[in-house]
């Protein structure tokens, strides 16, 4: 009999690719999936360190399965991910049944790692960021051979993919932990990135997600001292066949240069859809943060962008409750929010993280009450400000590629053919509308009537309609 895989995946779009490959490469040894935890024989988390509460959660996960793996020892858990770089022997001092721990640069040895806890071997633990220990080259190697592994199963939709062009991060902002679990920046060769790009297509991918953690700073130079920039990149990826968009996040505010916008003007396939985190409104905390740049920097940059890519849609990451903000640092949020029209915004209450700049340097003094409320004003604003945004569609067309039912069709159990249907934008905007789920896969022309802080609701153009004014 086959094996069973239970896999929770916990934090970034970067993980879900992560589980994307290690499920691929296990389903080639004849796992099978599974989403029911008891019946599987491997429970696998892969974890997340950026917050507090990401990590609380897997902890409380892996609290319930200290009974199920007493009753059932045969049972094999690994915890995977940016939580077990950072904490190694805590995770076994915390939940000592778990059979191994393996760090994001290590996932090709989960198959090994199982196979010896099914022979005995217990409290593995495979982690390492070749930052001290090992060679860049190391890293380098171990994600080329891993990475070209793909599973369709995986994925956001059929026809949805990520794909990492980058590892790592050098840039420390100092409440961040990535660079601790998930080492130095590397581009990963183009070459490469091509090749899988093709692979992606032939399996039916209409859109790719480039990945990386400052995606913009992509840079690669081989051995004959040749360097490819993010702008090389997407220009050779845009030639690729059957890909009709290509997005990619994050970016960094210092790396988004003309040039880049210009390609991306200039590409359709390219989204004109960025997302920069802005983290803060106010000079002192940017520098408190080392995040590299200024709100005037910041603000030339919007400019740049709004007067190449006038259709273009910025999004952004903010922290509320950051060491040391007052009333006033925290209100240049909302003034920056109103300012910079965000299609949308994460916000985040900060969470002290081990190991970082801000735990050695800086006094997390806001307290959580604060935090919650500053958040949720915060939110209050970029919503009205989405809301603007969004109501301006009313009465244009856009091209959306049809994901599937909604969610709430879901729910509704809708057996007829008519069924809520769900897309995107080419500028990232969910759209809702009433379809059929042949639509599927289609890039779509649709006309909107209404809309919300967080969709834009309308009718696919017929013929009868008549030309429609159109927007991206
Ligand atoms: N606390 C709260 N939010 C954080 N982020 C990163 N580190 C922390 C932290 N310690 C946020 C940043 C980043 C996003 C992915 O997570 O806004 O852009
Ligand atoms: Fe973290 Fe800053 Fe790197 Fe982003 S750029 S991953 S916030 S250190």
């Given at each position: 009999m086959s094996h069973r895989l239970y896999i929770e995946t916990v934090g970034c779009q970067m993980n879900m690719l992560d589980s994307e490959m290690v499920v691929a490469d296990l389903r080639k040894r004849g796992y099978e999936l599974t989403s029911d935890v008891k019946v599987a024989d491997t429970i696998l988390y892969n974890t997340c360190?950026?917050?507090?509460h990401a990590e609380d959660k897997v902890y409380s996960a892996l609290g319930t399965l200290k009974l199920m793996k007493k009753r059932n020892p045969d049972k094999i858990i690994g915890v995977m991910g940016c939580m077990a770089q950072k904490d190694q022997q805590v995770i076994f001092k915390r939940a000592p049944y778990v059979d191994f721990i393996v760090g994001p640069g290590q996932l090709q040895q989960v198959p090994d790692l199982i196979d010896q806890a099914r022979l005995g071997e217990e409290q593995q633990m495979a982690v390492g960021l070749g930052r001290r220990e090992g060679s860049n080259d190391d890293i380098k190697r171990s994600h080329e051979t891993f990475d070209?592994?793909?599973?369709?199963?995986?994925?956001?939709?059929?026809y949805q993919a990520y794909l990492r062009i980058q590892i790592g991060c050098d840039k420390f902002c100092t409440y961040c932990v990535v660079p601790n679990t998930r080492g130095p920046e590397q581009g990963r060769p183009p070459q490469q990135i091509v090749e899988e790009a093709k692979v992606l297509a032939d399996q039916g991918c209409l859109e790719i997600t480039l990945l990386g953690q400052t995606v913009n700073s992509y840079s690669y130079t081989d051995g004959q001292g040749k360097t490819t920039r993010m702008s090389d990149l997407l220009k050779m990826l845009h030639e690729v066949n059957g890909i009709k968009r290509i997005k990619f996040v994050t970016n960094y505010p210092r790396d988004m240069k003309q040039e880049l916008l210009e390609t991306i003007r200039d590409l359709p396939k390219i989204s004109p859809y960025l997302h920069v985190p802005l983290q803060h409104g106010s000079n002192d905390m940017l520098k408190r943060m080392r995040r590299g740049y200024t709100v005037e920097e910041y603000r030339e940059m919007m400019h740049l962008i709004w007067d190449t890519l006038p259709n273009a849609a910025v999004s952004s990451d903010f922290i509320v409750g950051f060491c040391g903000e007052t009333d006033e640092e925290f209100q240049t949020c909302i003034d920056s929010v109103r300012e910079f029209r965000f299609k949308n915004s994460f916000i985040f209450k900060y969470s002290e993280r081990e190991g970082t700049k801000a735990e050695s340097m800086l006094i997390d003094d806001v307290p959580y009450q604060v935090k919650q409320e500053r958040n949720n004003a915060l939110l209050a604003v970029q919503n009205e400000v989405s809301e603007a945004e969004n109501i301006k569609f009313i009465g244009h067309a856009v091209d959306v590629l049809v994901e599937g039912p909604s969610k709430k069709a879901d729910k509704l159990e809708q057996n007829g053919p008519l069924k809520q249907m769900v897309g995107r934008t080419h500028c990232d905007r969910i759209v809702v509308f009433d379809g059929n789920e042949r639509q599927a896969g289609q890039i779509l022309p649709v006309s909107i009537y209404e809309t919300t802080p967080f969709t834009l609701f309308g009718a696919v153009v017929t013929q009868e309609a008549g030309p429609e004014v159109y927007a991206l």
């Amino acid at each position: 009999m086959s094996h069973r895989l239970y896999i929770e995946t916990v934090g970034c779009q970067m993980n879900m690719l992560d589980s994307e490959m290690v499920v691929a490469d296990l389903r080639k040894r004849g796992y099978e999936l599974t989403s029911d935890v008891k019946v599987a024989d491997t429970i696998l988390y892969n974890t997340c360190s950026v917050r507090a509460h990401a990590e609380d959660k897997v902890y409380s996960a892996l609290g319930t399965l200290k009974l199920m793996k007493k009753r059932n020892p045969d049972k094999i858990i690994g915890v995977m991910g940016c939580m077990a770089q950072k904490d190694q022997q805590v995770i076994f001092k915390r939940a000592p049944y778990v059979d191994f721990i393996v760090g994001p640069g290590q996932l090709q040895q989960v198959p090994d790692l199982i196979d010896q806890a099914r022979l005995g071997e217990e409290q593995q633990m495979a982690v390492g960021l070749g930052r001290r220990e090992g060679s860049n080259d190391d890293i380098k190697r171990s994600h080329e051979t891993f990475d070209p592994l793909r599973d369709p199963t995986m994925r956001p939709t059929p026809y949805q993919a990520y794909l990492r062009i980058q590892i790592g991060c050098d840039k420390f902002c100092t409440y961040c932990v990535v660079p601790n679990t998930r080492g130095p920046e590397q581009g990963r060769p183009p070459q490469q990135i091509v090749e899988e790009a093709k692979v992606l297509a032939d399996q039916g991918c209409l859109e790719i997600t480039l990945l990386g953690q400052t995606v913009n700073s992509y840079s690669y130079t081989d051995g004959q001292g040749k360097t490819t920039r993010m702008s090389d990149l997407l220009k050779m990826l845009h030639e690729v066949n059957g890909i009709k968009r290509i997005k990619f996040v994050t970016n960094y505010p210092r790396d988004m240069k003309q040039e880049l916008l210009e390609t991306i003007r200039d590409l359709p396939k390219i989204s004109p859809y960025l997302h920069v985190p802005l983290q803060h409104g106010s000079n002192d905390m940017l520098k408190r943060m080392r995040r590299g740049y200024t709100v005037e920097e910041y603000r030339e940059m919007m400019h740049l962008i709004w007067d190449t890519l006038p259709n273009a849609a910025v999004s952004s990451d903010f922290i509320v409750g950051f060491c040391g903000e007052t009333d006033e640092e925290f209100q240049t949020c909302i003034d920056s929010v109103r300012e910079f029209r965000f299609k949308n915004s994460f916000i985040f209450k900060y969470s002290e993280r081990e190991g970082t700049k801000a735990e050695s340097m800086l006094i997390d003094d806001v307290p959580y009450q604060v935090k919650q409320e500053r958040n949720n004003a915060l939110l209050a604003v970029q919503n009205e400000v989405s809301e603007a945004e969004n109501i301006k569609f009313i009465g244009h067309a856009v091209d959306v590629l049809v994901e599937g039912p909604s969610k709430k069709a879901d729910k509704l159990e809708q057996n007829g053919p008519l069924k809520q249907m769900v897309g995107r934008t080419h500028c990232d905007r969910i759209v809702v509308f009433d379809g059929n789920e042949r639509q599927a896969g289609q890039i779509l022309p649709v006309s909107i009537y209404e809309t919300t802080p967080f969709t834009l609701f309308g009718a696919v153009v017929t013929q009868e309609a008549g030309p429609e004014v159109y927007a991206l």
